[in-house]
């Protein structure tokens, strides 16, 4: 299994909050994309494709096929990773991840001054080999990338073959109508979201959390339900015809 970290944050954040709990069924790894936690910046730009490429170089890395487990933008690197190289990816569970910046709520834009900043500046000159001086820099072009991408369309998500489990809180930053588009356009996707939680699911419900991936990912594809609707309907749909 490797999990994949959201923006402004580390792998760090994942481990401490699910990262443990998962590790007692998966052998977990989990690492810091480019100008984030450990890994020092170079002067381009985010760009999820460019996050994608990473997480994939180190897959091929691993030398296997894995579990990826990805909050926000590790959400949505792990959709890209889904897409692009089906061989590397086995199960795919994404957490508040959005399609595309519209799908993002309102909410008060992240600080680049004052205090609120200059705490998560500390954190980040913390980790980083490029120190405090540099988390302005990252800063702004994280926001820059929020306000630009993803640019994915139900048609890019049908292409994803991994079984997905699309989990929010339902006061998510991303607008629950898009987490709904999410999970409808993945062909083998399963929808959970978690009642009275936000965006920082992960750490407010690990233990529940925890559980509903052990049983998304320990599960049978599709899953086995007493009435299926939906996907009742798909199998009648592709049955042959006269039958």
């Given at each position: 299994m490797?999990?994949?970290?959201?923006?402004?944050?580390?792998?760090?954040?994942?481990?401490?909050?699910?990262?443990?709990?998962?590790?007692?069924?998966?052998?977990?790894?989990?690492?810091?994309?480019?100008?984030?936690?450990?890994?020092?910046?170079?002067d381009e730009p985010f760009h999820y494709d460019a996050m994608a490429e990473e997480t994939i170089a180190f897959l091929e890395w691993l030398g296997r096929p894995a579990h990826l487990v990805g909050h926000s933008d590790g959400g949505i690197v792990g959709l890209l990773v889904a897409m692009r190289r089906p061989d590397l990816v086995h199960r795919l569970v994404v957490v508040g991840a959005n399609?595309?910046?519209?799908?993002?709520?309102?909410?008060?834009?992240?600080?680049?001054?004052?205090?609120?900043?200059?705490?998560?500046?500390?954190?980040?000159?913390?980790?980083?080999?490029?120190?405090?001086?540099?988390?302005?820099?990252?800063?702004?072009?994280?926001?820059?990338?929020?306000?630009?991408?993803?640019?994915?369309?139900p048609a890019d998500l049908a292409t994803i073959r991994s079984a997905t489990l699309v989990m929010s809180g339902d006061d998510d930053s991303t607008r629950l109508e898009d987490t709904i588009l999410i999970y409808r356009s993945i062909p083998e996707a399963q929808l959970a979201v978690v009642p009275g939680s936000s965006h920082a699911v992960l750490k407010e419900y690990p233990g529940e959390c925890t559980a509903l991936i052990h049983r998304f990912l320990a599960g049978p594809v599709p899953p086995e339900t007493v009435a299926p609707i939906r996907r009742a309907r798909d199998v009648i749909v592709n049955l042959p015809s006269g039958q």
């Amino acid at each position: 299994m490797v999990l994949l970290h959201g923006g402004l944050s580390s792998s760090a954040s994942l481990q401490r909050s699910v990262g443990r709990r998962l590790a007692r069924r998966y052998r977990v790894s989990a690492f810091d994309r480019r100008g984030h936690g450990r890994t020092a910046d170079r002067d381009e730009p985010f760009h999820y494709d460019a996050m994608a490429e990473e997480t994939i170089a180190f897959l091929e890395w691993l030398g296997r096929p894995a579990h990826l487990v990805g909050h926000s933008d590790g959400g949505i690197v792990g959709l890209l990773v889904a897409m692009r190289r089906p061989d590397l990816v086995h199960r795919l569970v994404v957490v508040g991840a959005n399609s595309h910046p519209g799908a993002l709520e309102v909410m008060e834009p992240f600080p680049t001054d004052g205090p609120g900043f200059d705490e998560w500046a500390r954190d980040f000159g913390a980790r980083s080999p490029d120190g405090v001086a540099h988390a302005r820099e990252v800063a702004v072009k994280t926001l820059r990338l929020f306000g630009a991408e993803p640019r994915l369309t139900p048609a890019d998500l049908a292409t994803i073959r991994s079984a997905t489990l699309v989990m929010s809180g339902d006061d998510d930053s991303t607008r629950l109508e898009d987490t709904i588009l999410i999970y409808r356009s993945i062909p083998e996707a399963q929808l959970a979201v978690v009642p009275g939680s936000s965006h920082a699911v992960l750490k407010e419900y690990p233990g529940e959390c925890t559980a509903l991936i052990h049983r998304f990912l320990a599960g049978p594809v599709p899953p086995e339900t007493v009435a299926p609707i939906r996907r009742a309907r798909d199998v009648i749909v592709n049955l042959p015809s006269g039958q």
